[in-house]
């Protein structure tokens, strides 16, 4: 059987041509539904990007009966051909399971009977879904007053004693979520730890963290938590997997049942846990081989991906010089700036016209490298030199996020840029050894203003919390008290990222946009018509504080980049190892701090 755990209708340039730029007709499924049903899946879930379209979207893409505020339940269309479960988040409107909260399917297989001949026997196998609690956050806009989300636990705990009641032989949870530590609570992000301690899983899948489990190749495997066994597969003795992301894995549980004439159990001995990886070597070049695709699925979606890409080649601008992200995490402003630069225009715009008790204060733009390798060396934004498409601007801007701008103080900002400095580890000057710059805090957390108005130093030898350095606006230390309008975006920031600043939980927004970040880029470039390195690339507002390193401090890029790091003007970069090993077309670079 064949289950998918979340995030599915969202992320790609297709996806959100055909829900944004020009909807696909309700009579037909979403492209990647169509691809979904060549590969034969048998049920899903909901993960938090399912959301991110809004709530009229999701009843359309999953083929209707959303009975929440604002949506038409009685509307059918064409949506997947296998069921999707929540069984955590609930209507306001009715009080009722937003979708089913599980789903019982009957299957035949094949089965050894006491006289050792093979039999054709029916299984019940319940499947129950849950979803991020997350989601009430980073779509506040669509789900306020709309939708209600349970604790995962609380609604495990009330309908898989309903799945056991009704008959279902095995259970399987598919929870978009992931493993965490932490104490639980009803809001927490990834429990899977605790989820996997509910009586009556079998089997337990995973997703939201874009992480590999079981891990079984790495020195230092991504999850280690007490109950975490890589080597079984099993969290809390439950069998699960989490099969990375963009496809590179696929994750397969195997469960040996046995009839003790009443009921099916697990034979737990003979269960089967594998992170199966769709990479079956590497080429002359040592780049990755992946398995061939299925010939059957591309006929099946042509006419959706020609029109998305016809869309894509738009044609909005030109550029006198590569926008890439390689070095955006030691200095190169290259394909951060653009954007900072068209988020503040934006806001700016919108407040001298419309919002003029805030005319006074200055605006100010962050955003960050969404693209900074985490999967490996391509994957870093890389616009070249010579003509922009609207494609360039999706390289640029990842996410379908809107413009929101918030009012913060000179001290929020410092505090904003701190949690930022989490991208680093600290650094020890005394230490031989090479030491990794860039810790597990993610790129796409990694703020940065780039506009000579401010400037700051980060200081990578200080603990988290005090690491931003002279920090200045106009020249003079950023005063405290003073008032400025950060332009940014509604995802993570300003409805949901109290992590950065208390105030970052809605009541610092003066103005929610209804427009899409790179819908705003679009149009600042297409205004400018020609950007350039002078006017939209070098502006540095942040370095690191200077120090000298016993031992090299160094991090991956992409392969054959370091031309990149000097068109930037970075000249305390330096190339270690052209291949670091990993096989994702990653070199070893060195950064010079005493520079």
């Avoid at 738009?314 to 390689?326: A, L, Q, V």
Wanted: hydrophobic share 40%.
């Amino acid at each position: 059987m064949l289950f998918d755990s979340g995030d599915t209708i969202q992320g790609t340039a297709l996806a959100d041509y055909e829900a944004l730029i020009n909807r696909i007709p309700c009579t037909q499924p979403l492209s990647m539904y169509k691809a979904m049903h060549a590969g034969g899946f048998d049920a899903g879930t909901l993960g938090n990007h399912e959301f991110n379209y809004g709530l009229e979207f999701l009843n359309q893409a999953i083929g209707g009966g959303l009975d929440v505020d604002g949506v038409d339940a009685s509307k059918k269309c064409v949506g997947p051909n296998f069921p999707l479960v929540l069984a955590n988040v609930q209507s306001v409107k009715t009080g009722k399971p937003l979708l089913a909260p599980y789903v019982i399917l009957e299957r035949q297989f094949t089965a050894t009977g006491p006289d050792g001949k093979s039999v054709t026997v029916p299984i019940k196998v319940g499947v129950i879904g849950f979803t991020t609690p997350g989601i009430m956050t980073w779509d506040k806009r669509y789900l306020e007053g709309k939708l209600r989300v349970d604790g995962t636990i609380d609604a495990a705990n009330k309908y898989i004693p309903e799945l056991r009641a009704k008959g279902a032989d095995i259970v399987v949870a598919l929870q978009h979520g992931g493993l965490d530590g932490s104490s639980y609570s009803p809001t927490m992000e990834n429990s899977a730890l605790y989820l996997s301690k509910v009586p009556g899983i079998d089997a337990l899948m995973m997703g939201h963290q874009h992480a590999l489990f079981p891990d079984r190749v790495s020195a230092k495997p991504g999850f280690t938590q007490t109950g975490v066994d890589n080597a079984a597969g099993t969290v809390n003795g439950v069998p699960a997997v989490m099969a990375s992301s963009w496809g590179k894995t696929l994750g397969l549980i195997k469960l040996e049942l046995v009839y003790d004439g009443k009921a099916w159990g697990v034979d737990k001995s003979k269960t089967l846990v594998e992170a199966r990886s769709t990479q079956t070597g590497k080429d002359s070049a040592n780049k990755a081989v992946y398995v061939d695709a299925d010939p059957t699925v591309a006929p099946l979606i042509d006419t959706q991906h020609q029109a998305a890409i016809t869309y894509v080649k738009t044609p909005i601008g030109s550029t006198d010089f590569r926008m890439n992200t390689f070095f955006a995490d030691v200095g190169d402003p290259g394909a951060i700036q653009i954007v900072n630069q068209a988020q503040a225009d934006y806001v700016k715009n919108y407040i001298q016209g419309n919002l003029l008790q805030y005319a006074s204060l200055p605006v100010l733009s962050v955003s960050a490298p969404f693209k900074s390798g985490f999967e490996g060396g391509r994957d870093y934004t890389d616009v070249a030199v010579g003509n922009l498409a609207i494609f360039s601007a999706a390289d640029l801007y990842l996410y379908p996020n809107t413009v929101y701008a918030v009012k913060v103080t000179g001290a929020e900002i410092k505090g904003w840029l701190e949690v930022a400095a989490k991208r680093f580890n600290t650094i020890d000057p005394a230490a031989t050894a090479d030491q990794q710059l860039i810790s597990t805090f993610p790129d796409y957390n990694f703020d940065m203003f780039t506009t000579p108005d401010v400037q700051y130093e980060i200081d990578v030898t200080q603990a988290v919390g005090s690491r931003i350095k002279n920090l200045t606006y106009l020249g003079a230390a950023i005063d405290p008290t003073k008032e400025f309008v950060i332009a940014t975006n509604n995802y993570h920031r300003a409805t949901s990222g109290a992590s950065f600043i208390p105030a970052l939980d809605g009541r610092a927004t003066i103005y929610a946009s209804p427009d899409a970040n790179r819908d705003v880029l679009i149009e600042y470039i297409k205004a400018k018509k020609t950007i350039t390195r002078v006017a939209n690339g070098a502006a540095h507002s942040w370095s690191f504080t200077k120090v000298t390193t016993a031992g090299n401090v160094v991090f991956t890029s992409g392969q054959g980049q370091l031309s990149a790091a000097t068109d930037a003007g970075l000249t305390n970069i330096s190339l270690l190892t052209a291949d670091d090993g990993s096989g994702k077309g990653r070199s070893v670079y060195k950064v010079d701090l005493s520079k």
